[in-house]
């Protein structure tokens, strides 16, 4: 069976430096599993998410080895449009995903650089704010919402493409206790509906929604044994 997400002794080092961030990274990751992945500041989280998404090495060139699946296929040999589709990622500070006048744009944003019919971009925007419990911002400014407002159109502009796996890079880490309920109610939403989870985080309060949990540590991934 094709998994959703698949590590295989992954390296890499950035452009520059002398030293390995990730150092033989292996992960599968199951349809429908929510995995979550601790580790201290440094130890390479991040890195590994860019590595998930094609980020690395599409947009981040450096050296890397080893290789990573998405449904089968190497990053390697997709482009960064056609991995948006299959896998989405939300970052730690909505700021820096949200840069549309309103909701709406914003969520459709996505939709419409797939040239979709204005009938299917529709229903993509009101089923993405949905899933997140937005549906009266539609017609608002991200700038007027409450930081895990934004988190959630963050989430939202990710769902409106329908990807099938998810990838949050501590994105409850700069919200409020609201927000950060209202984030994990999303994951375990999504869980239900089958999309497969990858988060990253530090705090261990939030692992709560998560069926299995790893450990980055200096760039090689372990079992968590309850502490950082
Ligand atoms: N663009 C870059 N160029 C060179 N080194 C980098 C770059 N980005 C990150 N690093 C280094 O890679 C290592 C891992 O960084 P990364 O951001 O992946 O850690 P992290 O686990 O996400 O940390 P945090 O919890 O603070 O977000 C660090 O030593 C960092 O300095
Ligand atoms: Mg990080």
Redesign the pocket.
């Known amino acids: 069976m094709t998994m959703p997400l698949e590590v295989r002794d992954l390296w890499y080092r950035?452009p520059g430096?002398g030293e390995d961030?990730l150092r033989g990274v292996n992960l599968t990751v199951e349809p429908g599993e929510v995995l979550a992945v601790v580790?201290l500041?440094?130890?390479?989280?991040?890195?590994l998410c860019y590595c998930l998404s094609g980020i690395v090495p599409h947009i981040?060139s450096g050296n890397m080895r080893g290789e990573v699946l998405i449904k089968g296929t190497p990053t390697t040999s997709m482009k960064i449009p056609q991995i948006a589709t299959r896998l989405g990622i939300v970052f730690q500070e909505p700021d820096t995903q949200l840069f549309s006048p309103t909701v709406e744009d914003e969520v459709a944003f996505g939709p419409e650089n797939l040239c979709l019919s204005r009938e299917e971009i529709g229903e993509r925007l009101k089923t993405a704010l949905k899933l997140v419990g937005m549906e009266d911002f539609r017609l608002g400014s991200p700038n007027q919402l409450s930081g895990g407002q934004k988190q959630l159109i963050a989430l939202a502009s990710v769902l409106s493409l329908d990807p099938e796996i998810l990838i949050f890079d501590?994105a409850m880490s700069q919200i409020d206790a609201q927000g950060k309920t209202a984030i994990k109610e999303a994951i375990s939403g999504l869980k239900d509906r089958g999309k497969t989870i990858v988060m990253i985080e530090?705090d261990l309060d939030n692992l709560d929604v998560a069926d299995r949990v790893l450990l980055l540590r200096e760039g090689v991934l372990q079992p968590f044994e309850g502490r950082l």
């Open positions: 950035y430096s961030v580790g500041s440094g130890s390479g989280k991040s890195t981040y501590e530090h």
